[in-house]
């Protein structure tokens, strides 16, 4: 398990490779569908400060409003790669350091990691309660207006657990995998 | 143990309790004539063991299901990405069912086939259904998945056209038969309908056609459904009713055995093969890429072949829930 401490530097995310586990702690920020379409088109100034060397998080929580502060009942990630279209250019704009999500994403996000220093981290899908536990605060939220599970949720978190699945270096695990799997695919459709 | 703040405030205790307030003739069994309506159910009162039916498919998953997890863990090798999935799956189970959390926070498509007593009144029960989904979403153990294709706004509150996904089959007994299944986005994106023959695959219209295309749907989906998942096939149907009753294979057990032994056969050869891919949960590569496949069949036009699979994620949040007079039964 490697610690990692949010806001983070390039050199920090060059010395991950796939397969290594890690806890992230710091501030991280969701956006989904709506959010990056928003960041691409619009190009918001507001989320410079909160994205640059910090994580995103493929996700879309139950959450719950209690008097005037929100809490996280349930945060999953979502499948990452319908944010495909969008991902390299979000990390060069804002210089994101790490991407959170599930199922991993395409060439285009691999290359942007490995030109600009960034990784894409694999949270398991489905295990909404056990990573809802790793947050420890709702900090802020954006644009709330796009619904509760499409909005930018500003939240701390505390050892929260991911694997690298795609790093700086060109390497992709889901890529091996799945050129690995279409060589057994080809031999049983025979 | 959960140390989250966040979880503590934001859990509904009393939910466990919802079973606390039911009680008394939910309809009478005796009836002898459905004409005299002595089978119409007391749809207010019927509101608490639906809004505890949907608790217990979000927050707690059938027992055939996580066996088969558990079996899936004891099957990777030690320190590997997939044993380490597996592990956290199963913990978060754990915890979900312990604090009655949501298992995943995409509580999906709200799917349910009900059976009722022929004669009854349905309208009065569809309204009980959109209400506890209400409750259920301001209780968040709904999380608010429904959202208009063209303004891109929530309604807040999972009802919507079409959301839920209602489907009412009468019959002769005197009970009511509430199945539920709460169907996830993700794996959804991963289901696709097939029209046989495909030259590409090389699949004609034949059982040995269907393996094919179920082989290749599981390949395309890699780990983006949230595998290892239950993959649901109909051979045959229509374009609309083959993916319904792909997805209604959902309700099976996973150790049931198909009614049709051709069919039944197929189930059990993609099962071998698909978890040969080497996929593994999540796609991190591993032994365990799918938990089962469940395929039925409807007659067909002459000129169609559709072979519509839907992708079950690993967290297949099914119940069934039966009434009968005063009795309510939670199984699946």
């Known amino acids: ?190 | 143990m959960c140390q989250s703040p966040l979880i503590r405030f934001a859990h509904r205790s009393p939910n466990t309790n919802i079973m606390a307030s039911a009680g008394g003739k939910y309809y009478n069994p005796e009836f002898q004539n459905p004409d005299d309506r002595g089978c119409n159910v007391d749809a207010k009162k019927l509101e608490v063991p639906l809004l505890e039916l949907i608790r217990r498919t979000s927050t707690d998953l059938p027992s055939d299901i996580e066996d088969a997890l558990k079996a899936g863990f004891r099957r990777e090798k030690a320190g590997s990405p997939a044993k380490t999935a597996f592990q956290t799956m199963l913990s978060s189970v754990e915890l979900s069912r312990r604090e009655s959390l949501p298992l995943c926070q995409d509580t999906g498509a709200l799917v349910w086939h009900i059976h009722y007593p022929d004669g009854s009144e349905l309208l009065p029960v569809e309204k009980a259904i959109r209400n506890v989904i209400v409750k259920a979403t301001d209780s968040s153990l709904l999380r608010p998945n429904a959202v208009d294709p063209i303004s891109g706004k929530n309604s807040g509150n999972n009802l919507g056209e079409g959301s839920p996904i209602l489907y009412f089959h009468p019959w002769k007994k005197k009970t009511w038969e509430f199945n539920f299944l709460m169907k996830g986005g993700g794996s959804e994106n991963c289901g696709a309908q097939y029209k046989l023959p495909d030259s590409a695959l090389g699949a004609g219209r034949d059982l040995d056609g269907v393996y094919k295309c179920v082989l290749d749907n599981v390949w395309r989906a890699q780990g983006k459904g949230c595998a290892p998942g239950v993959i649901l096939v109909c051979v045959g149907g229509n374009r609309d009713t083959g993916m319904a009753e792909a997805k209604r294979q959902g309700f099976r057990k996973l150790d049931d055995t198909n009614p049709d032994p051709d069919l039944g056969k197929l189930e059990k050869r993609l099962m071998e093969d698909c978890n040969k891919l080497g996929i593994g949960p999540m796609g991190y590569g591993g032994k365990t890429t799918v938990l089962g496949v469940k395929i039925g069949k409807l007659h067909r036009l002459p000129a169609c072949y559709f072979v519509s699979i839907s992708y079950l994620c690993w967290s297949a949040r099914r119940r069934q829930m039966t009434i009968s007079g005063e009795k309510v039964k939670f199984s699946g």
């Open chain 1, 1 to 190: 398990m490697i610690s990692i401490k949010l806001p983070t530097d390039e050199a920090t995310v060059r010395s991950l490779h796939i397969g290594d586990e890690v806890l992230l702690t710091g501030v991280i920020v969701t956006a989904r569908d709506a959010a990056h379409k928003y960041m691409v088109t619009e190009k918001p100034k507001d989320l410079d400060p909160i994205l640059r060397n910090n994580v995103i998080y493929h996700c879309g929580p139950i959450v719950k409003k209690v008097g005037e502060k929100w809490y996280m009942v349930c945060a999953g990630p979502t499948t990452s790669i319908r944010e495909e279209p969008f991902e390299a250019e979000v990390i060069e704009m804002y210089g994101v350091r790490g991407i959170i999500g599930k199922g991993g994403m395409g060439p285009k996000t691999l290359a942007a990691c490995k030109e600009f220093g960034a990784v894409y981290l694999h949270a398991t899908g489905g295990c909404a309660a056990e990573l809802a536990c790793a947050m420890t605060e709702v900090l802020d939220v954006k644009k709330l207006e796009f619904g509760t599970p499409e909005a930018f949720w500003v939240i701390q978190v505390k050892d929260f657990p991911c694997t690298v699945t795609m790093d700086s270096h060109g390497q992709s695990l889901h890529a091996i995998v799945e050129e690995e799997s279409k060589k057994v695919l080809e031999s049983l459709l025979k």
